[in-house]
Structures are given as structure tokens and as C-alpha cells.
């Protein structure tokens, strides 16, 4: 979300805990590590469910890769359909 630059988990620490007062923490704690579990994930971040999306420099990013990624992988499937005369197997892809 922009919040911090990257870096070491202990600068992040030291950054939230200026940000986020004492009597927060740990329900912000729960709130950003469920998100980051179920919602922002490293691999499939669900950009297009995301509530805070908008404020996130990482979301159109996201969803402009995944487009690509779907355009690059139906323009392959066309190549790798099998036919009904051949089926597909290890010699028809070579």
C-alpha cells in the first residue's frame, strides 16, 4: 500500500509504530496480517476485490501483468489445441 519504502522488516516496525498509537497495535496487527494472508497475497493478489485499492500503487500494476499474462496465454492456446485428427502429446508440441 505505499505505507512504508521497502526494506528491513525492522525499519517497518519502527515506521508503523510511529504511525499506529500503542492501544491499535495489535488489532491492527490482526487486521493487516489477515488482509496480506487472504487478500494481498505475494503470488495472486485479488487486486479486483480490494476495498483500499485505490490507494495502493501496486493494484493497477497488478491487474495491467494479469491482463497481459491472459492475453499471452490465449494467444498460445490456439498453437497447443489439439486437433481431432491428432491428439496432443509429447511429439505433436515438438
Do not use: H
Not at 500500500?1 to 510511529?18: C, H
Amino acid at each position: 500500500l505505499g505505507w512504508v519504502p521497502k526494506g528491513s522488516a525492522e525499519n517497518t516496525r519502527k515506521i508503523l509504530e510511529a504511525k499506529v498509537s500503542q492501544e491499535e497495535r495489535v488489532d491492527f496487527a490482526i487486521v493487516v496480517s489477515g488482509f496480506g494472508q487472504t487478500l494481498c497475497t505475494p503470488q495472486k493478489p485479488r487486486c479486483e476485490e480490494c476495498a483500499v485499492k485505490w490507494g495502493c500503487p501496486s493494484a493497477f500494476e497488478t491487474e495491467d501483468k494479469r491482463k497481459e499474462e491472459s492475453q499471452a496465454s490465449n494467444a498460445m492456446a490456439k498453437y497447443l489445441k489439439p486437433s481431432a485428427s491428432q491428439p496432443l502429446s509429447p511429439q505433436t508440441l515438438s
